[in-house]
T-cell receptor, first 112, second 114 residues
Framework: GENVEQHPSTLSVQEGDSAVIKCTYS??????FPWYKQELGKGPQLIID?????GEKKDQRIAVTLNKTAKHFSLHITETQPEDSAVYFC???????????FGTGTRLLVSP | EAQVTQNPRYLITVTGKKLTVTCSQN?????MSWYRQDPGLGLRQIYY???????DKGDVPEGYKVSRKEKRNFPLILESPSPNQTSLYFC?????????????FGSGTRLTVV
């Protein structure tokens, strides 16, 4: 089955810096890659996603890139702000999209 | 407000005492799923449902049951809870459309089995 690895497990940056979180997946049939943000005491919230027919997608300060050949995808956050501090999860899904396999999460801390 | 509602938010129970965690969504979503979240392991899928009366196992289904008798509800049942089921549980739902695959998650249920 699918296996998703996520790095780093923790990431500390200064406000205004960029942050990059990387994930690799094992199943070449996976074709949907969402990113979730989880704030303390809340459920994960979808922040951006990408399908395998697209190499990059951007939404304001957040972007996701996908390299199908290498089977890895990354989340890029520019101009980080303290409210970006949270745990971020990547995930991958194959045909049908109902079965999501998550990475182990990255705790991002943005210091003022 | 569009949301997934789980109850209870917190639950402490004893080993072997049957319990049910309820999940309801008001978005008319076809797909619903249960996940458990454990430190260092991320979120792991327990069961999912593609529609009423259609359910399937996820990656960690042992010790759990689900049912989908109505489209809006997807309860998680622990027939005989054990301490290794102590975890943070999330219910999620999404539409069955071909253009929107993102799951909406509930706020979570923190279960402790002693």
């Amino acid at each position: 089955g699918e296996n998703v690895e996520q790095h780093p497990s923790t990431l500390s940056v200064q406000e205004g810096d960029s942050a990059v979180i990387k994930c690799t997946y094992s199943d070449s049939a996976s074709n949907y890659f969402p990113w979730y943000k989880q704030e303390l005491g809340k459920g994960p919230q979808l922040i951006i996603d990408i399908r395998s027919n697209v190499g990059e997608k951007k939404d304001q300060r957040i972007a996701v890139t996908l390299n199908k050949t290498a089977k890895h995808f990354s989340l890029h956050i520019t101009e980080t702000q303290p409210e970006d501090s949270a745990v971020y999860f990547c995930a991958a899904s194959a045909t049908g999209f109902q079965k999501l396999v998550f990475g182990t999460g990255t705790r991002l801390l943005v210091s003022p | 407000e569009a949301q997934v509602t789980q109850n209870p938010r917190y639950l402490i129970t004893v080993t072997g005492k049957k319990l049910t965690v309820t999940c309801s969504q008001n978005m008319n979503h076809e797909y619903m799923s249960w996940y458990r979240q454990d430190p260092g392991l991320g979120l792991r899928q327990i069961y999912y449902s593609m529609n009423v009366e259609v359910t399937d196992k996820g990656d960690v289904p042992e010790g759990y049951k689900v049912s989908r008798k109505e489209k809006r509800n997807f309860p998680l049942i622990l027939e005989s809870p054990s301490p290794n089921q102590t975890s943070l549980y999330f219910c999620a739902s999404r539409a069955g459309t071909a253009t929107n695959y993102g799951y909406t998650f509930g706020s979570g249920t923190r279960l402790t089995v002693v």
